[in-house]
């Protein structure tokens, strides 16, 4: 087999008839798979041993041959070669077929590659092929031509001489009626026989007439069809061909079926259609023009790519090794076997029929239709169901053809090459583990046995417990007492990576270092349960096992969980403490009035302590306490809590609920190394768990108190409710309007009542302490406990007018009761249907994003662009803006700054922008800042790490290798679970405000679609007109410039955003709505689409909480917008309306314009996502994304190469892929111990100079024996 590390480049083409016979071991000439009798392969069948190879190592047919060292021979007796029986999983077969068939992609695929390329309808291509029509496909022009004169006599001689014969029968029978109608006279008969008779030769004339008329004008039909006759011409009256073929056969050539596309093929003149086709592309308008740019693609790409258009039929139809096609025998003695043997084997069926039927020479309609339906059974091989009724199994089930092996999630691609299964591995459910550190995870005995089995196994042998890897391995499994010891030996500094699915980011895999524990659960850490999503309400995690030395360095280093705090999408950390610990925490700094020992000082925390164990002060008593030699108003809880913080961190002296730890972890994450950072989190860990216990805080139905004054505020709502409905009733607002004004009124009614609710909390009221510290719950749950549950919507999304008075606490009435019920299962529904498009939102994100790699330290370029990081107060300070976290942070600086009034340079080009430098030039009232971002990179493939700038993941400057693309992908698809999908509407009235919103609106803007509620935006810069009509409403913007007006229709229920007489600039929105950013792209360039996908995207995430860096959804953008659409082609290579690589353009151009030629023209094109993945150079990437069969079609057209840089090319071909520690330059290092650890390592002398290999040292695992397994054949 080849070796994956030693190619570049893996091409697609056509295959040719010679080359599917080159790679073929022999031709398989029967249907017959195995003996019924001996199981064993029939000969020249499709299971065949001679040409496939043996079923069993070193064996042949027929027993002749049976040991290894007869590898090679090929037997006399049954031809076999004697080798290994996997041979059989890479040897093909052919099938020689008797009569030509299309290859069904080529021919059904949207567009059909054949009609383009020989200008035929997909229609009449199809009458061809499928034997309903004759196609012309050679004409002797010159024959004709010279012959013509002579042709035409003949023609004329023969009109006349039917003329003759007409006239001839019509004159006998007109004088037979003569004589009968004399006889009849003469016999006295009645003049009403007589005129039977009359109309009886009447119609007889009239019959003779007719018929030669029909036979004189299908002459003339034939003669005219001749005279014009053209190759490619297609005629289904097959009595007229067979006319025209006796009279004029040796002028021309016809045929029916794939021999006639096999024949015109032969003859096309690729160069000259390809000369003829920029002709028409030069001249022609309109709809010629259209299809010869489309046909010129298709004719172009084989002029360029040599590939042999005679490749599109077949006369040969490779067979696919028997192995991956297998036959396998079930308990009761029958076999199931693989779909594409059934359609193998009607292929074979109908070709030997045909070849009988050829050599018996049967009549040519027999033989056609047998052609026919060779031709459909290659089609449903090739592609079942394509073309008419699929084929089917037993049970009417459709087969599976070689298409739907490639296509879709359970196809080649995404089951077996892209997602593979792992050894080494298994799962059980997780527990918490509150006593382990951050960087443990506990492993129950009997799994962690055996995963690290082999390692055990070696060990055990090296300490001489066992003699041989056999006996140690009965050791493992009988669960010896040393065993236990050694496995101990063995896990230590060995880490294992805990996952949990759905993996929707990087933090959903972590590695941790496993404690032996009874039991059968894993248990892992509380601080990485928000990373993992996890809660232990019977959540299972998946643990693995990494084994090389590479493997065990990487683990431990990139994604040990106490390197993973911060979270790669906003930089901010993501252990966290929660709920209990945050509970225990706010309970620890309170500080309450009126609490025993008020006032008291202390010398020392020790003292303090003392007084608190014989009950004279509580935690939450204000005393002074001397720390440090300075005295402190404080309480004892927070003099406790600061123990569990950094001895040089400030003293918080405040009450800590979740917002306060939140930013004291960030400024930990911000300050201190990650192993202090990993401390301070376990200390206040332990110390959360620990007061939580003891305060006591627990829920009764006491706790849950309603306002006294709940009902007088609802009696005044009421009166005002009903005041609405009676003006309704009296007809003097709309029905609209009443529902309107009734939501406004009971939205407010259950404000006031939460406000009366929350007022009439006590502080130390455990509910209410769970909400103010963020430990759990927040005021709209309580609200619907306490105070009221308020308006709820109906299934159709409208607000129901009249609100849910009652609480949960005092009990919901029946038709409260009922009315609830639609929000909850909404809810259910929603987040079902949320799940599942938001992970195939990830997916195509991934894919459009999995080549954007930091591949150099700075691409060198100057430009950048403007983020803001303050806003000016109307008293002229200037403070933090609020989106200067996801803005700027993190960013490197695109220009020097300097302070707007010294002129002092505060930040200098290339310098990291993190909080304290923003807090600086916010403090120096700059509002705006240039940074540097992948928009405006100039790297030629991915991008540059400083345009890129921090990598949020680890607070310092990206490497170079980071995956950058997939991060964001991930960043931005993780939150999107937490999405809305569709908001309430108000009920109907404001129709033109339901924009979309939550999930589909990320995808409407990632697809690039035109949105929903689309506001038209100005082209010009002018004045404004509205006209009225009857039916619609004009916009009329007549330009600055004096140049032609403009109008814009708009629909009578949007609202204006501009009224008459306006001025509007360039780009401004008429109505209310969203933009389409095609539009934007048209009208304002470039930049500005790129700012408003990025800010229209930001919008959505901000409303729902979610904070996502700029980053990230600027690579996103910037891989929809990285193609340009050529308008002319000057003097390149490129064709005109072709999509091409913005780098790639401009390539061509330098090269071009360096030769002094003239440079092709474009306009930037953005597309979808999903668009942006198909349109890829890598047709590897493509076709394991969507649609697989179309985009290797194009690709074996095109003969299109893949040069393995993207991360998915390599994951299929088995590479490592070209991120991270799989780079080039990271592959061959070699570790340098110091000289200390020489020293220690070697004190003898002599081994001063020893070089370490990276990975050397440390047992190297065992494989087991292969009398393990045994044969897994048979």
């Known amino acids: 087999m080849l070796d994956v590390n030693f190619f570049d480049q893996l091409q697609i083409g056509l295959a040719t008839a010679d080359e599917i016979r080159g790679w073929s071991h022999g031709e398989v000439k029967k249907p017959e798979t195995i003996n019924y009798r001996t199981l064993k392969p029939e000969r020249d069948g499709l299971f065949c041993e001679k040409i496939f190879g043996p079923t069993r190592d070193w064996e042949c047919y027929c027993g002749k041959y049976k040991r290894v060292r007869f590898k090679g021979i090929i037997c006399e007796r049954c031809g076999v070669e004697v080798t290994r029986s996997k041979v059989r999983r890479e040897r093909m077969g052919h099938i020689e077929l008797a009569a030509p068939v299309t290859h069904i992609w080529y021919f059904k695929g949207v567009p059909s590659r054949l009609g383009y390329l020989l200008d035929l309808a997909p229609k009449d291509l199809e009458k061809v092929i499928y034997f309903a029509a004759y196609m012309i496909t050679a004409v002797d022009e010159d024959a004709r031509h010279n012959d013509l004169s002579s042709l035409e006599g003949k023609v004329d001689l023969e009109r006349k001489r039917l003329e003759g014969r007409r006239d001839t029968s019509i004159n006998d029978r007109s004088k037979k009626l003569e004589e009968d109608l004399a006889t009849l006279e003469a016999e006295g008969a009645k003049a009403d026989a007589r005129r039977k008779v009359r109309d009886g030769a009447e119609r007889e004339m009239k019959q003779l007439r007719d018929r030669a008329q029909r036979e004189i004008d299908r002459l003339d039909e034939v003669w005219n069809t001749f005279k014009t006759l053209k190759v490619q011409d297609l005629m289904g009256d097959e009595l007229l061909y067979r006319e025209m073929k006796t009279w004029f056969g040796k002028y021309f050539e016809g045929h029916m079926g794939a021999t006639a596309i096999q024949k ?224 101990e030996e063995v896990i230590t500094e060995h880490p294992v990576l805990l996952n949990r699915a759905p993996t929707l980011h990087r933090l959903g895999i972590q590695a941790f270092e496993p404690q032996l524990i009874e039991g059968k659960a894993i248990q892992i850490h509380p601080l990485v349960c928000s990373a993992f999503n996890a809660d232990f309400d019977g959540d299972q995690m998946a643990v693995h096992l990494p084994l090389s030395a590479e493997a065990q360095a990487e683990a431990r280093i990139l994604m040990l969980s106490t390197n993973n705090i911060l979270k790669p999408s906003d930089g901010r950390p993501v252990t966290m403490p929660t709920q209990d610990m945050i509970i225990g925490l706010f309970f620890l700094t309170t500080d309450r009035d009126g609490q025993p020992g008020e006032g008291r000082a202390f010398s020392s925390q020790a003292e303090a302590i003392m007084a608190f164990d014989r009950l004279e002060i509580t935690l939450q008593s204000k005393i002074t306490l001397r720390l440090d030699g300075v005295s402190v108003e404080t309480t004892l809880g927070r003099s406790i809590f600061n123990d569990a913080l950094p001895a040089d961190y400030a003293f918080v002296n405040y009450e800590v609920g979740k917002k306060q730890l939140g930013v004291i972890v960030n400024d930990l994450a911000e300050r201190y190394t990650k192993v202090e950072v990993a401390a301070s989190l376990d200390a206040l860990k332990d110390t959360g768990f620990h007061w939580a216990t003891r305060s006591g805080v627990t829920v009764s139905i006491d706790d849950v108190t309603t306002p006294a004054d709940k009902a007088s505020i609802l009696e005044g709502y009421e009166t005002q409710a009903a005041k609405v409905q009676t003006q309704f009733e009296r007809g003097l607002v709309t029905d609209d309007e009443r529902r309107q004004e009734l939501i406004e009124i009971w939205t407010q009614a259950s404000n006031e009542v939460a406000k009366a609710m929350e007022k009439n909390f006590d502080r130390s009221n455990p509910i209410y302490m769970m909400v103010d510290s963020g430990a759990s719950g927040n005021m709209m749950q309580i609200r619907q406990v306490a105070a009221m549950r308020g308006l709820v919507a109906n299934p159709k999304g409208d607000i129901i007018p009249r609100p849910i008075k009652a609480n949960f606490r005092e009990g919901l009435s029946v038709l409260e009761y009922f009315i609830s019920t639609h929000g909850a299962r909404k809810g259910l529904a929603d987040t079902a249907l949320r799940t599942a498009d938001s992970g195939y939102l990830t997916r195509r994100l991934v894919d459009v994003s999995q080549d954007v790699i930091i591949r150099e330290d700075d691409c060198g370029t100057e430009r950048g662009l403007p983020k803001v990081i303050g806003e000016k107060l109307s008293d002229g300070t200037v403070i933090k803006h609020e989106n200067a976290e996801t803005a700027a942070y993190a960013r490197t600086s695109a220009g020097e700054v300097t ?95 339901d924009i979309t919103q939550g999930l589909p609106r990320v995808v409407e803007l990632f697809e690039a679609r035109t949105p929903k509620g689309l506001a038209p935006i100005s082209e010009v810069a002018g004045r404004v007109v509205i006209e009225d009509g009857d039916k619609a409403r004009k916009i009329v913007v007549t330009p600055d410039d004096g140049s032609e007006v403009i109008e814009y229709p708009v629909s009578r229920r949007s609202r204006l955003l501009v009224s008459d007489g306006d001025h509007v600039e360039v780009g401004d929105k008429f109505t209310q709505g969203t933009e389409d950013p095609k539009e934007v792209l048209r009208i304002l360039g470039v930049r500005r689409a790129q700012q408003h996908l990025v800010d229209e995207v930001q919008n959505v995430y901000r409303s729902q909480g979610v904070s996502i860096h700029d980053k990230h959804i600027e690579i996103i953008v910037r891989q929809m917008l990285r193609r340009v659409t050529v308008l002319e082609s000057g003097e390149t290579n490129l064709l005109p309306s072709d999509l091409v690589d913005r780098v790639r353009f401009e390539e061509e151009n330098r090269r071009v314009l360096s030769e002094g030629g003239k440079p092709a023209s474009g306009r930037p094109e953005l597309m979808g996502i999903t668009k942006a993945s198909l349109a890829t150079e890598s047709w590897l990437s493509a076709a394991s994304f969507q649609e697989t069969t179309r985009v290797l079609t194009d690709a074996a057209i095109n003969g299109r190469s893949d040069s393995l840089r993207g991360l998915k090319e390599n994951v299929i071909i088995g590479k490592l892929i070209p991120a991270g520690t799989g780079l080039e330059r990271y592959r061959n290092i070699r570790v340098e111990p110091t000289e200390e650890a020489r020293a220690a390592a070697y004190s003898v002398s002599g081994y001063d100079n020893y070089d370490y290999e990276f990975g050397g040292t440390g047992g190297q695992a065992v494989a087991l024996d292969d009398f393990d397994f045994g044969s897994y054949q048979n």
């Not at 089609?379 to 073309?387: I, K, P, T, V, Y």
């Not at 009997?446 to 082999?454: D, G, W």
């Not at 991930?970 to 908001?983: K, V």
Request: hydrophobic share 40%.
């Open 264 to 487: 015109r093929l032969q003859d096309f003149d690729i160069a000259q259609e390809v000369e003829n086709l920029r002709e028409t592309i030069a001249t022609g308008k309109g709809q010629r023009k259209v299809r010869a740019l489309k046909r010129l693609k298709v004719v172009d790409a084989f002029r360029k790519t040599g590939n042999q258009p005679i490749g599109m039929v077949l006369d040969a139809v490779p067979v696919i090794p028997p192995d991956l096609r297998p036959m396998v025998q079930l308990d009761g003695g029958r076999f199931a076997t693989s779909d594409l043997n059934d359609l193998y084997r009607r292929v074979i069926n109908r070709n030997n029929r045909l070849k009988r039927l050829l050599d018996l020479g049967a009549p040519e309609i027999i033989v056609n239709n047998e052609k026919r339906m060779l031709q459909e059974a290659v089609d449903s091989l090739f592609d079942n169901g394509r073309r008419g009724r699929p084929v089917t199994g037993p049970g009417n089930r459709p087969l599976k053809s070689l298409s739907d092996m490639l296509k879709g999630k359970q196809g080649r691609f995404r089951q077996n090459l892209l997602g593979k299964r792992v050894d080494y591995s298994g799962r059980s459910v997780i527990v918490s583990g509150p006593q382990l550190k951050l960087h443990q995870c506990g492993l129950p005995k009997q799994m962690a046995l055996e995963l690290f089995k082999p390692f055990v196994m070696k060990r055990l042998v090296d300490l001489s417990h066992a003699q041989n890897i056999k006996s140690a391995k009965r050791m493992v499994e009988r669960s010896r007492p040393v065993v236990w010891d050694v496995l």
């Open 899 to 993: 302070h707007p009034e010294s002129g002092e340079v505060l930040a200098a080009a290339g310098e990291d922008l993190g909080d304290v430098k923003i807090a600086e030039l916010v403090a120096a009232g700059i509002v705006e800042v240039k940074v540097r971002s992948v928009l405006t990179c100039d790297a030629r493939t991915g991008t540059c790490a400083k345009c890129y700038g921090r990598s949020l993941a680890t607070g310092k400057l990206v490497d170079i290798g980071e995956a950058v693309g997939i991060i964001a992908a991930q960043s931005i698809g993780e939150p999107g679970t937490q999405l809305t999908m569709r908001t309430f509407h108000t009920g109907g009235v404001a129709s033109a405000d």
